[in-house]
T-cell receptor, first 115, second 114 residues
Framework: GAGVSQSPRYKVAKRGQDVALRCDPISGHVSLFWYQQALGQGPEFLTY????????KSGLPSDRFFAERPEGSVSTLKIQRTQQEDSAVYLC?????????????FGPGTRLTVT | AQKITQTQPGMFVQEKEAVTLDCTYDTSDQSYGLFWYKQPSSGEMIFLIYQGSYDEQNATEGRYSLNFQKARKSANLVISASQLGDSAMYFC???????????FGAGTRLFVKA
């Protein structure tokens, strides 16, 4: 398909485990965003990539969260030593370039549950 | 700091009628963009409409229009001729021009009645 894909769709982790969430943006999209959406809330910005450069990571809640996009396409969000408060849906979005960043295409999200 | 406020947790509208979803914002930036997204129960966010702070005309996209009142710092979404498929969560969002961080409101759940 031509949309943004994310995997896994669902992840259950025991407290203290490390997890890795994958995002495949639309081919050719320069900009990539990660968001965290708690139940019943709007998405909260985590980090932004322009190609492989991480230009804003101000929304990452702690140093347990790490994101990368080494070749400017696929991105991975890693959470170390997961805590219960990390339970949320993690959304990835991409946009064509800076001029059209208002039009973000979102993936279906990864629902992370930490037990 | 930027903030988006959506004061309507839930709204009901009769099919084929118009509905307005409220959004107010706070920012010290002079140039910024305002957006609306729809999130159906499937979870995937769908971009609806964009308004730049310096755009003189209100944005329109099909049945969606954005009622932008800069002095009041409001950016309400108007959906005309509601359809059953419009039932979803709607989020208002903003970003400073040149910035990367998009701020979302808490959302309004719209229910369209047949």
């Amino acid at each position: 398909g031509a949309g943004v894909s994310q995997s896994p769709r669902y992840k259950v982790a025991k407290r203290g485990q490390d997890v890795a969430l994958r995002c495949d943006p639309i081919s050719g999209h320069v900009s990539l965003f990660w968001y965290q959406q708690a139940l019943g809330q709007g998405p909260e910005f985590l980090t932004y990539f322009q190609n492989e450069a991480q230009l804003d990571k101000s929304g990452l809640p702690s140093d347990r969260f790490f994101a990368e996009r080494p070749e400017g396409s696929v991105s991975t969000l890693k959470i170390q030593r997961t805590q219960q408060e990390d339970s949320a849906v993690y959304l990835c979005a991409s946009s064509f370039n800076r001029d059209r960043e208002y039009e973000q295409y979102f993936g279906p999200g990864t629902r992370l549950t930490v037990t | 700091a930027q903030k988006i406020t959506q004061t309507q947790p839930g709204m009901f509208v009769q099919e084929k009628e118009a509905v307005t979803l409220d959004c107010t914002y706070d920012t010290s930036d002079q140039s910024y963009g305002l957006f609306w997204y729809k999130q159906p129960s499937s979870g995937e966010m769908i971009f609806l409409i964009y308004q730049g702070s310096y755009d003189e005309q209100n944005a329109t996209e099909g049945r969606y229009s954005l009622n932008f009142q800069k002095a009041r710092k409001s950016a309400n979404l108007v959906i005309s001729a509601s359809q059953l498929g419009d039932s979803a969560m709607y989020f208002c969002a903003m970003r400073a021009a040149g910035g990367f961080k998009t701020i979302f409101g808490a959302g309004t759940r719209l229910f369209v009645k047949a």
